[in-house]
Every structure is written in C-alpha cells, then in structure tokens.
C-alpha cells in the first residue's frame, strides 16, 4: 500500500470545504459563484477563500477606519502570486465585482466592497536591497514601518508614507508623499520598475523601456484601475541621518491667531515653492489639539488649539535649525525639540513628540477627510480665515488640519512623464475629523464640508488622489487633470474586458473633443504597441514573448 504524506493544506480545505457544504444553496446564488467553483479554486489556492460567517470573517473584512463596514461576499486571503491569479478568475469568470487590498487605508473606503475582497497582504517579504547600486525591490503589500527600518539599516532612502501601518500598492499608485519629498520627489517619481497582473492573470513588467503607457499610468494614475501591483523596484538614496525640528505656537486667543498668521505669511514669502526654499527642508504645518504645549512644563488641564511647524531637515542639526531660524524668530514661538538620527527615529519624533497629533486617547475613532491644493499666494486675511475657523467651529479635540508643503524635487519632475500632475501646488490642504459615537457624526461632517466649502475661493481644482472622498466634486479632472486623456487610453488598453471598477475609477471615455485630448509623445508611442509580455507571464494559451532586443 502506498504511503500516505500528511498534507496541511489537504487538511484544512477540507475543513473549509465541510463548512461549505452545510451552507445552503442561496449562499452561493448570492454571491454569484457555485459550491463547486469555489471548491476548485480553494484547492488551487495556497491562501484561504473566507465566506461571510466562517472563522475570521469579521475581522478580516475590516478596514483601517471603523468608518467604513464593507461585507464582501467572499475573501481571497493570497499567500502567492498565483493565488491572486487564482481569486482574479473567479469573478472574471462569473461577472462578481471585486477589489483589491494591499493595506486597506483608502481614504474613501475603496479597499473593499460587496463583491470578493482579494487580499494580497500574505504576499509582503523582506525588501530585496541592493546597497552597491542603490535599487530595492519591494512586494506592493510591504508596510513602510519595516520599509524604512531595512532601508535606514543600509544608511538608504527612497520617500515613503508617514504611517508605518500604509503598505506600499495604494500609496504609489497615487503618487505618495512624505517628510522627504521635497529633497527626492515623490514616492512614485522614484519608480523604476513595476510587476502587474492583468486582468487575465497575465504579469507585465512595466519601466521607462517596456510597457512605458502603464508605468506611466500607475505612478500617480491611482491603485485598482489597471491591475494588481505586486511589486516595485525603487532608486535609493544615501542618507544615514537626518534632523527634525518641531515649532509650537498657542492657538486660543485673537493674538494667538494673529501670531499664526504671520508666522503663515513668512513660511508663504520664504519657504514655500517660488521662494527659493532650500530642497533639504520638508515642512508641514498643522493645527491640532494638544494638551502639551512646553515640553519643559506640566500638561495643561484640558486640550487646546495648537498651531505647529514640523521640518524635517536633511543634514546635520545645526544646518536645520539655521534653515528654520525665522520661523522660531517668530513670536511666540516654542521649540518643542530639535533632534538628530536615522529617519526612522526622527519621523517618529516629528509625528508622535511631545504628543501624537492627534492624540486618540479611547482607541481607534471613525475618520474623514478632505484635500484641497492651493497654487497661489493667500492674503493674510484668508490665512486668518482658515485658523479661525478651526479654532471657532472645530467639533471636538481629535479634529486636525494640516498644510503638507509642495515645490523642490516635486516641482521639478516633468508634469508629462507621470500621471501625478500636482506640481505647481504650493501646498495640500488637509482636513481630518474623527468620532467614536455614531451621533457625533453629523456634527464633524457639517464642520469638514463647511470647511471645503471655504476653501473654495482658494484651491486650484486639484485633489490628491490618495486622500480621495466620495464626494469630490469633479473627482477625475480633480485627480488627474491633464493626465486624464492618456490614462482613459491606457485604461481600455490594459484592462478591455472593464473589470477594474471602483466608484472613482479611471472611466472608459471621456467627453472631450480628440483634438483637445493631449497625449505626451512618448506615452502616444508606447500606446501604439502590443503588451510586452517578456520576464512576465503571457495569457493562458498565448506563446511566452521573446526577449526584446536592446533599444
């Protein structure tokens, strides 16, 4: 008699496939996919299909923000890239909708929905580094806490999310700033290359050389829309220690406000892009509750209005704090702290000292948010406005604005070589609000959309993808703007059988005039030519590509 050999994965589909077969029938009509489809993939899946009911559902059906209560009709746990190829047939074969999930921090909550949920976090590995040509090649579901911890390991960087818990698919897809981007450009201006699964469970390799319309595209285009990101390689940079210098004003009074403002006045004449800042210096501002102004004196007894500079500051201390010298001339002004180290360490100081901004003092609270660019200088009047209406309406002690400052590396990239087009902002306005009781809701969302409404005579039209909402007005001229023309062609091309769709999607055509339709040069030639399929995996029943010759 033959041996028999224990298999783990045998083990547990067939638990799995007992649960299944107690379901009634109705389960499987719901949600469009027959027992023994479901079963057939299962067995071809390394990962787990989880159905609504089975052990772990509830939790792993949940995003980042408790706002959001999606109920996906099944759960594609990946554990491989074949398992996405896998979890991709099934709705492809039976019409079901489907998202994909890399860390689940879309802000709007397209992470997940009705249909199949396929979560591609089993798929995160250590990031293959190279410290003698600077490249890293990373899974799109890595997180940036272990990120910038193996990279700061190396004495490397590239710029990366200021959450450690944001995996990288969705952050680069939508261009990706962070505390660096004024030095190195935007996460995704750092791309070199990019792995993606179509739609068919075919992989693309996608760089400057092949397949240039959808890395193009993915670099700023938005995540979900014309495949799942698996991986990418990013240029490195050296940097084995940087300074961050944080600033502290009062923001209660009408004085405290004036102070502000002046101080908003100076940082708009001297530091902002136009005024010939210094690319070392990423600065943000941020207006928030806090209940530790002075770090040199006892708390204060209750949360008060606080406005705050944050700089991070490549170089050496004293050259930071020399760069941020008038700022901390201004009056009233507190230095917080001023510190030195690796990256890591000074983000998490810029972030969380003397308090975590905001500080979530009952857990994990719902969130929303809006983002409005502005690309023109402001009156001190108007920038009175926005901190009055902070500090007058803000409906509790967890709301939260911030001014994440553009220009330097970000500027400087050529608008048509990406699909992120936001280079002439200023800066990116940002309105936080957050609750724990389902009856504060109302309240924060009147504050957040009075707030959008005043920031109506002051913004340039533009949105920053990775802060998406629902109801942006115009969402993809808001998105993408100029780049809207190339990304719908690129859209129809690389995803014709429309199975990428989400709320605020690439759309297959748009209503302007062809002749009007500016598509960059090099993006138009790369649009007229088949799909390159070498050191990828062409579609089942097609010949594997030839390698290309050297171009």
């Known amino acids: 008699m033959p041996k028999r050999i224990y298999s783990r994965k045998n083990a547990r589909d067939a638990e799995l496939f007992s649960l299944w077969d107690k379901r009634d029938d109705a389960d499987f009509k719901k949600m469009g996919i027959t027992r023994a489809s479901l079963k057939a993939a299962q067995a071809a899946f390394q990962g787990v299909f989880v159905m609504p009911g089975d052990p772990g559902y509830d939790d792993l059906r949940q995003l980042s923000n408790p706002a959001f209560n999606p109920n996906p009709c099944v759960i594609a746990m990946c554990e491989s890239e074949n398992d996405v190829a896998v979890a991709i047939g099934l709705p492809n074969a039976n019409g079901l909708p489907f998202t994909v999930r890399s860390g689940g921090h879309c802000t709007a909550g397209f992470s997940a929905g009705f249909g199949m949920l396929i979560d591609i976090a089993g798929l995160a590995a250590e990031p293959q580094i190279n410290p003698l040509t600077r490249i890293a090649t990373v899974s799109a579901a890595l997180r940036f806490g272990p990120f910038n911890q ?22 680069v897809q939508g261009g990706g700033i962070g505390f660096t981007s004024t030095t190195y450009g935007m996460n995704c201006d750092n791309v070199i290359e990019m792995r993606v699964m179509l739609a068919d469970g075919s992989i693309v390799v996608a760089n400057e050389q092949q397949n240039y319309d959808l890395w193009w595209a993915m670099r700023g285009g938005t995540g979900g829309n014309f495949g799942v990101l698996l991986s990418v390689t990013y240029q490195l940079y050296p940097m084995e220690e940087v300074s961050g210098i944080a600033l502290a004003w009062p923001l209660v009074t009408a004085d405290d406000i004036a102070n502000a403002t002046n101080v908003m006045m100076l940082l708009q004449n001297q530091y902002m892009l136009g005024t010939g800042a210094p690319d070392n210096l990423t600065l943000q501002v941020l207006v928030v509750y806090q209940t530790i102004l002075d770090p040199q004196m006892p708390p204060l007894n209750q949360s008060i209005p606080v406005f705050m500079v944050r700089g991070l500051w490549v170089g050496d201390l004293k050259s930071g704090l020399a760069a941020m010298a008038a700022i901390a001339d201004m009056p009233g002004c507190i230095i917080q702290f001023a510190t030195f180290g690796s990256y890591p360490e000074v983000l998490d100081a810029l972030l969380n000292k003397p308090q975590e901004q905001p500080v979530e003092d009952q857990g994990k609270p719902n969130q929303d948010k809006a983002s409005r660019y502005v690309a023109s200088d402001l009156t001190p009047t108007q920038w009175s406005q926005i901190l009055t209406y902070f500090v007058n309406n803000a409906p509790n002690a967890l709301t939260y604005m911030y001014l994440e400052f553009y220009g330097g590396a970000i500027a400087r990239y050529p608008i048509g070589s990406s699909a992120f087009i936001h280079r002439d902002a200023h800066f990116d306005a940002v309105m936080d609000v957050y609750w724990y009781l389902p009856n ?76 009007k339709q500016v598509i960059p040069d090099a993006l138009a030639a790369a649009l007229a030519k088949e799909i390159d399929y070498t050191g990828g995996r062409a579609p089942a029943g097609r010949a594997p590509a030839q390698p290309s010759r050297a171009r």
């Open 150 to 171: 193996a990279l700061a390991a190396y004495g490397l960087h590239v710029p990366g999310g200021e959450c450690d818990d944001v995996a990288i698919g969705g952050y």
């Open 440 to 515: 504060e809701r109302k309240a924060n969302e009147a504050f957040l959309n009075g707030w959008i409404q005043m920031m109506e005579t002051m913004w340039n039209g533009e949105v920053y993808q990775n802060y998406c909402k629902i109801n942006v007005p115009d969402y993809a001229n808001n998105y993408w703007g100029s780049a809207l023309p190339g990304l719908v062609k690129v859209k129809n091309k690389y995803d014709p059988g429309r199975l990428f769709t989400f709320a605020q999607q690439v759309p297959y055509q748009i209503s302007v005039p062809l002749e």
